[in-house]
């Protein structure tokens, strides 16, 4: 999948976490933000990464404020984010 405009997903509220994407020529670049960063950071990194190996994206900056998302919320916005701006239509998304 190719990242081809800006976007992002979520909001700054409690519990939620916001996701920024952006085209990278090159590399992947993710700079997170959490509240809980001591405590799940690695588990989050590891979760964005998973997200982007199923999606295929290989080149991609992402900056992630995150204020104490679930796991299943942090998916659910990064999905959002990386297909509003990719290539792909929105309406072609696989059941999971």
Do not use: Y
Request: charged letters at 25%; aromatic letters at 2%; a negative charge.
């Amino acid at each position: 999948m190719n990242i081809i405009r800006e976007t992002l997903a979520g909001t700054l509220e409690s519990s939620d976490v916001m996701v920024r994407v952006a085209p990278n020529s090159s590399h992947i670049d993710v700079q997170l933000s959490s509240t809980v960063e001591k405590q799940f950071g690695h588990l989050i990194r590891l979760r964005i990464r998973e997200v982007l190996k199923d999606l295929q994206i290989e080149t991609v900056t992402l900056v992630v404020d995150d204020k104490g998302a679930l796991d299943c919320v942090l998916r659910a916005r990064l999905e959002t984010a990386l297909i509003r701006a990719s290539d792909q239509n929105p309406n072609q998304w696989e059941t999971r």
